[in-house]
């Protein structure tokens, strides 16, 4: 079975620059998640969505971060425009339905460094 | 106060000993709790799961949720440097929507 495919793997821009990561998830999983993991800290979700609908963004910085999962199935998350503190690990999983009694899978993130 | 509170370490201890990594969390409606292994650059990986309250072991680990204390535990038996990891535990209730992570323990098993 074909895991959580993420990329790119790195990525580092400049302050007040764009850019975007892209996540497909494991084949029939509804349920997609992003999250932002800071070094050294636990994985905070950004957004949650359940096929192409958003069932959780409330932690999302709207003014800046926007996701789509338009076809239900693989999903990009930008940042526009970045700032330093954006430098995180940008980690997509997903899981068959919701979180009850399953597991979500990780893809291996994507390092953002914003200079 | 967060949801989940974990003691980030960092852990150090000789191979084969017994580690404990603890997480404490505040919503008693969690029912479903989980440890996941994160190696360094890597994505984190599921290691065990409990619903609700009792003991789950498999090979060397050990899970153990203890539901009116609203705490959670996994033991590492004869641990090795290969368990060299950050350990995070994670929950969700049984309306599912979202798993709650705990900030990770950094585990470092010395030869």
Redesign the interface.
């Given at each position: 079975e074909a895991g959580?495919a993420q990329s790119p793997r790195y990525k580092i821009i400049e302050k007040r620059q764009s850019v975007a990561f892209w996540c497909n998830p494991i084949s029939g999983h509804a349920t997609l998640?992003w999250?932002q993991q800071i070094l050294?800290?636990?994985?905070?979700?950004l957004i949650?969505f359940q096929n192409n609908g958003v069932?959780?963004d409330s932690q999302l910085p709207k003014d800046r971060f926007s996701a789509e999962r338009l076809k239900g199935v693989d999903s990009t998350l930008k940042i526009q425009p970045a700032k330093l503190e954006d430098s995180a690990v940008y980690?997509c999983?997903s899981s068959l339905q919701?979180?009850?009694?399953?597991?979500?899978?990780?893809?291996?993130?994507t390092?953002l460094t914003v200079v | 106060q967060k949801e989940v509170e974990q003691d980030p370490g960092p852990l150090s201890v000789p191979e084969g000993a017994i580690v404990s990594l603890n997480c404490t969390y505040s919503n008693s409606a969690f029912q479903y709790f989980m440890w996941y292994r994160q190696y360094s650059r890597k994505g984190p990986e599921l290691l065990m799961y409990t619903y609700s309250s009792g003991n789950k072991e498999d090979g060397r680990f050990t899970a153990q949720v203890d539901k009116s204390s609203k705490y959670i535990s996994l033991f590492i038996r004869d641990s090795q440097p290969s368990d060299s990891a950050t350990y995070l535990c994670a929950m969700s209730t049984n309306t599912g929507n979202q798993f709650y992570f705990g900030t990770g323990t950094s585990l470092t098993v010395i030869p």
């Amino acid at each position: 079975e074909a895991g959580v495919a993420q990329s790119p793997r790195y990525k580092i821009i400049e302050k007040r620059q764009s850019v975007a990561f892209w996540c497909n998830p494991i084949s029939g999983h509804a349920t997609l998640y992003w999250y932002q993991q800071i070094l050294g800290q636990g994985p905070k979700l950004l957004i949650q969505f359940q096929n192409n609908g958003v069932v959780d963004d409330s932690q999302l910085p709207k003014d800046r971060f926007s996701a789509e999962r338009l076809k239900g199935v693989d999903s990009t998350l930008k940042i526009q425009p970045a700032k330093l503190e954006d430098s995180a690990v940008y980690l997509c999983a997903s899981s068959l339905q919701g979180a009850w009694n399953t597991e979500a899978f990780f893809g291996q993130g994507t390092r953002l460094t914003v200079v | 106060q967060k949801e989940v509170e974990q003691d980030p370490g960092p852990l150090s201890v000789p191979e084969g000993a017994i580690v404990s990594l603890n997480c404490t969390y505040s919503n008693s409606a969690f029912q479903y709790f989980m440890w996941y292994r994160q190696y360094s650059r890597k994505g984190p990986e599921l290691l065990m799961y409990t619903y609700s309250s009792g003991n789950k072991e498999d090979g060397r680990f050990t899970a153990q949720v203890d539901k009116s204390s609203k705490y959670i535990s996994l033991f590492i038996r004869d641990s090795q440097p290969s368990d060299s990891a950050t350990y995070l535990c994670a929950m969700s209730t049984n309306t599912g929507n979202q798993f709650y992570f705990g900030t990770g323990t950094s585990l470092t098993v010395i030869p």
